[in-house]
């Protein structure tokens, strides 16, 4: 199988191409320059030259392989309806990569919220709402000779394989325990996001590219932990004997910005992937967040 990959220099992308290489692919990915794409060819990864702003490029590419994983910007319509349209009609694979801030909230720490699975309705907050119309019209393009489907991942973690082996919020946290020398978190710190290791994402591509049916959504999780369960692992791997204090939502939005503090951070996101458990029998086994904070890739 050939296999493009938009965000191939990134933490999920770079993961999956690792695998798809390693169980014998062809793999190409989009990356920006030359010198990363000479990284890229080491790796085993055809590089694609350009970024999601050359849509006729990217359309390209996603109609030389057979199946199209965007692991870039989750948001960027132009760019999917661009290798969407490349697509119509060939019955090829085109799996796109969205988030559980689809079902966040605006709890600033608080513990609220309802637990989602794949069909349960969805009623995004504004910053979220474009992304759930480009997972709809993704799930559409079913209908037109498309295999669309679209994977949303929780909170990831985990050391990735490929060319940026990092995650975003464990290593955020991380950053400002280290900073001020205690764990932290948003008011309270009650709110919680299901979680899931990268190792057994990447076990969800693939099994999803294997037996998948066109138009099928998955949430991608393994368990759950709020934010002050975390702060308090953190504290404990860096030394802090599990201290942990409130930071105010000003305060976080100034450090991550208002979508990181109060969408991410700050919000509940419980999720349970029983799709990807019962239809595609995805049975993730990877170490529990705080264990993986305590014992594995995050331990100084």
């Known amino acids: 199988m050939k296999v493009f990959i938009t965000g191939v220099t990134g933490y999920i992308g770079g993961s999956l191409a690792a695998r798809l290489v390693e169980s014998g692919m062809t793999v190409s990915g989009l990356v920006r320059d030359e010198a990363r794409a000479a990284e890229l060819a080491r790796r085993g990864v055809v590089p694609v030259v350009g970024d999601l702003a050359d849509t006729t490029r990217v359309a ?24 969407l349209s490349a697509l119509r009609g060939t019955g090829k694979t085109f799996v796109q990569s969205s988030g559980t801030s689809i079902v966040a909230d605006l709890a600033d720490g608080e513990h609220e919220g309802p637990v989602y699975d794949e069909t349960t309705p969805v009623q995004p907050l504004p910053l979220r709402a474009g992304r759930v119309q480009l997972n709809d019209a993704v799930l559409a393009a079913s209908s037109d ?13 985990g050391r990735g394989r490929g060319m940026n082996p990092h995650s975003i919020q464990v290593p955020w946290m991380i950053a400002e325990a280290r900073k001020h020398r205690v764990g932290r978190h948003i008011g309270p710190g009650l709110n919680v996001w299901s979680n899931v290791h990268i190792d057994d994402l990447v076990d969800l591509y693939v099994a999803a590219l294997a037996k998948a049916p066109a138009g099928a959504f998955y949430f991608a999780e393994n368990g759950e932990s709020s934010m002050r369960d975390l702060a308090a692992a953190v504290s404990r791997m860096l030394g802090f004997e599990g201290r942990t204090e409130p930071m105010t939502v000003a305060e976080a939005v100034e450090i991550w910005g208002e979508g990181g503090a109060r969408y991410t951070m700050g919000s509940n996101s419980r999720v349970r992937a029983k799709r ?9 086994t990877g ?8 014992e594995g890739e995050y331990r100084v």
């Open 60 to 83: 390209h590419a996603a109609l030389a392989a057979d199946a199209t994983i965007n692991a870039a910007n989750s948001d960027d319509r132009g760019v999917v309806d661009a290798m």
């Open 145 to 157: 000779g498309v295999r669309s489907l679209v994977i949303c991942p929780s909170l990831i973690y």
């Open 276 to 284: 990807a458990r019962e239809e595609l029998g995805w049975s993730p």
């Open 287 to 294: 170490p529990s967040l705080q264990q993986e904070v305590e």
